[in-house]
């Protein structure tokens, strides 16, 4: 990458430093280089670093001069971003710097991902680390890994040693949005084995499709359509007037993306074939007026494919598995009672396979409340062992529980409208951040997540507003000061 792309843009030392460790790859799970970076930064300003085995790093500064007696502030990110890059790019994210640019008052990178989310949380670090000219309390700045592949630095971060009362998180992307909590989650598969036979018959293709999708967090309270369930849904609504039988049924491909589309195989009596038929056209126009509001586009569609010889699933065993797939709950189970149009508890079936003689099905279960997402995953546990299965969970990670009052949240807030002369908006979100395990870990801590404006992150029109970086920038330096 040419070096000094963003040279002279302010705030300098930003820019600086985002520009530097966007010069060393560190897609998640690639994070030791720009770790040693933080290490050597840290090691250069005579500052104590802790680097651990997973590479996350805590560097700490003493405070100001007047501010000893002052609580400690704790500057929070993460290392690691998303490796995405347009086809047919030759960029190797093992070894490749990101090649930088600057269009339109916004900061992006050539073919790839920019790393936004979250570089210039390290960024802003490393630049108040820098300065000299910022009065702050004793400052624990925290970088943690892996972050966009399971929050597991923080998970294994070791804090016995962070003394800090106030915590800035930063790893938001809506500037005057303040984020005060967010849901703890858990991945939950349900298990169904059955058993096969070979017999004789039409083989037919049952597609669900036309669904909007979407994140199942961000948008699981649009009342959009599941391509797993309703596929499970029209096969009952075949098998409650025509005998079929079913070879296979897959959906979805990531357990937090509601899915949009789905696919179930099965084998029908020549005979019956018009039978199916019109009873896939019955189903088709019950979902497409249900969904008409929501997912207007949504189709149902039977394409006959040929008479043969085929592996199918035992009538019982099929049951059983449209039993557990009509029956586990599955959107928005609870609304926040204190903060109107935040969903507290849902859940979502993002991945569906019957392969090896096993139904799998993974949902993605999320709640502010710990006690409501264990109902949920009790509930998860209860069906499957009426169908004959079981559950595994995995990935689970705590809740950060929003608190009516907290100092931190109060001081930023005056802070951003006295400024900006714009009123500040509380947020709490239904997705995982880094709080959840932070706040798990120091229960007293007070947080508030912020950042600058970054849009389309995860993907490779990601952009990052300079102007905005400079205001969130001025901000935290505020902040630091008011902080007594």
């Not at 849901?183 to 939950?188: D, E, F, I, P, Y």
């Not at 264990?374 to 809740?399: M, N």
Request: charged share 25%; aromatic share 6%; proline share 3%.
């Amino acid at each position: 990458m040419e070096m000094g792309v963003l040279s002279g843009i302010k705030p300098e030392k930003v820019f600086k430093y985002f520009e530097e460790i966007s010069n060393i790859p560190r897609g998640s799970g690639n994070t030791k280089a720009v770790s040693d970076y933080c290490v050597k930064f840290a090691n250069e300003h005579g500052l104590y670093c802790r680097q651990d085995k997973l590479n996350n790093i805590i560097i700490k500064k003493p405070a100001t001069i007047g501010r000893e007696q002052d609580s400690g502030v704790i500057l929070q990110g993460h290392l690691d971003m998303v490796a995405e890059k347009k086809p047919g790019s030759s960029h190797d994210f093992m070894r490749d710097g990101l090649k930088l640019y600057v269009e339109d008052g916004y900061i992006k990178a050539e073919d790839t991902t920019l790393g936004g989310d979250d570089g210039i949380a390290v960024a802003y670090g490393l630049a108040i680390l820098d300065s000299d000219d910022i009065s702050h309390p004793a400052l624990e700045v925290i970088f943690t890994v892996d972050e966009e592949v399971g929050m597991d630095g923080a998970r294994e971060l070791d804090m016995s040693d962070i003394n800090g009362k106030y915590l800035l998180n930063l790893d938001s992307e809506e500037e005057g949005i303040f984020v005060a909590g967010c849901a703890g989650g858990a991945r939950v598969t349900g298990n169904i084995s059955y058993r096969t036979v070979m017999t004789e018959g039409i083989k037919c293709t049952i597609e669900v499709s036309g669904l909007k999708g979407g994140h199942s967090g961000v948008e699981i309270d649009k009342e959009r359509g599941n391509a797993d369930i309703i596929a499970a849904r029209v096969l009952s609504g075949i098998l409650d007037n025509v005998y079929i039988e079913c070879i296979s049924i897959n959906g979805g491909s990531k357990d937090n993306a509601i899915p949009r589309e789905c696919k179930a195989e099965i084998l029908v009596n020549e005979r019956d074939v018009l039978k199916v038929k019109e009873q896939t056209e019955r189903m088709n126009n019950i979902i497409r007026s249900e969904y008409s509001s929501s997912d207007s586009d949504v189709n149902i569609t039977l394409k006959e494919e040929g008479y043969g010889t085929y592996t199918v699933m035992l009538p019982e065993d099929l049951n059983n598995i449209l039993f557990y797939l009509n029956n586990i709950p599955n959107g928005v189970v609870n609304m926040n009672p204190d903060i109107q149009g935040l969903v507290e508890t849902s859940l979502n079936l993002g991945i569906l396979t019957t392969a090896d003689n096993c139904m799998t099905a993974v949902s993605a279960v999320r709640s502010s409340v710990g006690t409501r997402k264990d109902y949920v995953i009790q509930k998860l546990g209860s069906v499957a062992d009426k169908a004959g299965g079981f559950t595994e969970v995995r990935g689970e990670y705590p809740e950060w529980e929003f608190k009516k009052e907290s100092y931190l949240r109060d001081v930023v807030l005056g802070t951003y409208k006295e400024l900006y002369k714009r009123e500040p908006v509380t947020n709490v979100i239904h997705a995982g951040l880094e709080c959840g395990y932070l706040s798990s870990k120091k229960p007293d801590i007070d947080i508030v997540a912020m950042g600058p404006d970054i849009y389309d992150i995860h993907t490779t029109e990601e952009r990052m507003s300079i102007e905005s970086v400079a205001r969130v920038y001025t901000l935290i330096t505020e902040i630091l000061k008011r902080l007594h």
